[in-house]
């Protein structure tokens, strides 16, 4: 059968063929240690649950505006006043089907058939994909691991051409959990702004920064820059409600006004229980999600320790989310596996420790590892691997 262009030209997902073989493996009876989910692992807060509880009892249960409740915009602006002082309205705010979905909805209105997007390298594996199904082309810029994986202005500078229309920015970052500081994300905005690109500032992890880092939204700098970005974020990983589906995009009014055209054209409308559950996320305390934080930055200080014991293994600190992304060339290079994807199936097989290959995320040098299980499971997953790599170095 003869398929759509659009869809022949995708590219798996590393992280979802990784999970599907480490289920099919578990299911078998093995003894398998994931570590490439990309969700806490965290049930949802209760006072969340009980709002969508409430939602259904009361009848909330029927469409609502395509681009979201108003209830959940306004709480929304209160979250952009409150974190970061950042005034919005309500036609400037779009609520859609998870992060993901406004993405794709965003680079659907943006994006002409050849328009270009940078993409800096290590990147989240949709961004390209996204990019192309809105025939668009992803222009890939390598973030150097001497510079905690992060573009400089001049690499920046040097990838712009007459179709470059936008850039994506996450910080924290997905795979790496760098952040952007102030000064890096105003020298990359002012050569946006020289250029009049559209930034598209992914902060879904904005939540989960660890030790003395504090989240930096480029949107706030200047009002300027404010004006050329979109912001993309939702609750998922803040609140731990990745199963809800409920993001959002907030930015200038006309982009905004056309993603929710073309939302009522083809999502209707996100789940009402969802964005119920999602006002109360937002208009409730956020101790929860301190405690979640907490966690999360004990293993990652553990796992940490516990990697770099192995030997010919480097790895950039991350400073938020909830990734470890290792450098394991030197081990592959004096294993007899041709490549790190190779030795990542091998380790699956043999030790059932389930991580990513970085050449999913544009890093072939790398793995991707999940720090969203318990401490556990992630101190016996740091013995096989160090094992795995004992047995096999040359």
């Known amino acids: ?21 480490a289920k099919a493996l578990k299911e078998d009876g093995h003894d398998v240690i994931g570590l490439g989910a990309g969700e806490p692992d965290f049930n949802t807060p209760e006072y969340i649950l009980d709002a969508a509880k409430n939602a259904m009892d009361q009848g909330l249960t029927k469409y609502t505006p395509s681009g979201g409740l108003p209830e959940l915009k306004d709480a929304i602006i209160d979250k952009f006043k409150r974190d970061q002082s950042l005034v919005f309205n309500r036609n400037e705010i779009i609520v859609t089907i998870g992060a993901k979905h406004a993405l794709f909805t965003l680079f659907q209105v943006l994006l002409n058939r050849g328009d270009e997007v940078i993409v800096p390298v290590p990147y989240w594996v949709s961004y390209p994909e996204q990019i192309k ?3 668009g082309q992803p222009v890939y810029v390598k973030g150097s691991e001497d510079n905690n994986f992060k573009i400089t202005p001049e690499q920046l500078e040097e990838s712009i051409t007459d179709q470059t229309k936008a850039i994506i920015i996450n910080s924290p970052s997905n795979p790496t959990g760098v952040l952007y500081t102030k000064d890096e994300l105003e020298a990359l905005g002012e050569i946006a702004i020289k250029h009049n690109l559209w930034i598209v500032s992914d902060e879904i992890y904005e939540k989960l920064i660890y030790g003395n880092d504090n989240h930096q939204s480029i949107a706030e700098i200047s009002e300027e820059l404010k004006n050329h970005t979109i912001i993309i974020n939702g609750v998922s990983k803040s609140h731990s409600m990745t199963g809800w589906r409920i993001g959002y995009a907030a930015g200038n009014e ?5 993603m929710t055209n073309l939302a009522s054209h083809s999502t209707s409308n996100p789940t009402s229980i969802s964005q119920h559950a999602a006002i109360a996320a937002y208009t409730n305390s956020e101790e929860e999600i301190e405690r979640m934080k907490e966690a999360f930055e004990e293993r990652l200080n553990k796992l940490y320790d516990w990697m770099m014991e192995i030997p010919n293994l480097s790895c950039v600190k991350p400073q938020g989310a909830f990734y470890l992304f290792p450098n394991v060339s030197k081990i592959v290079n004096q294993s007899p596996f041709d490549s790190v994807d190779e030795w990542v199936k091998q380790l699956l097989e043999e030790e059932k420790v389930a991580i990513v290959p970085g050449s999913g995320f544009g890093s072939e040098d790398n793995v991707r590892l999940s720090y969203a299980t318990s401490l556990d499971q992630l101190e016996e997953a740091a013995k096989r691997i160090k094992k795995f790599v004992e047995k096999y170095s040359v």
Do not use: F, W, Y
């Open 133 to 135: 199904l809105a025939e």
């Open 1 to 21: 059968m003869e398929l759509a262009d659009r869809v022949e030209s995708l590219t798996p997902s590393t992280t979802l063929a990784i999970t599907s073989k």
């Open 254 to 258: 006309t982009i905004i006004k056309a």
